[in-house]
């Protein structure tokens, strides 16, 4: 089940460079459960920036809500 998620801080492109833009704190992202072909680490999480929508982008498990 795809659930909303709120950044609990800034994740920015000097942390995670595949990403396309700086994500500030407060930012929404969905949950993705599709396959992610193994190339999400063990230290992040599988989202993406609208719901039920690809493509999914990693983020780091620590920038979000629980």
Not at 24 to 39: A, C, L
Not at 44 to 57: L, R, S
Request: charged letters at 25%.
């Amino acid at each position: 089940m795809t659930r909303v998620l709120t950044l609990t801080r800034d994740v920015t492109q000097k942390e995670c460079p595949w990403l396309d833009r700086d994500l500030p704190k407060g930012t929404h992202v969905w949950s993705y459960h599709g396959h992610n072909y193994g190339v999400i680490s063990r230290k992040g999480i599988a989202v993406t920036a609208k719901e039920a929508e690809t493509p999914f982008f990693e983020i780091p498990s620590d920038s979000i809500n629980s």
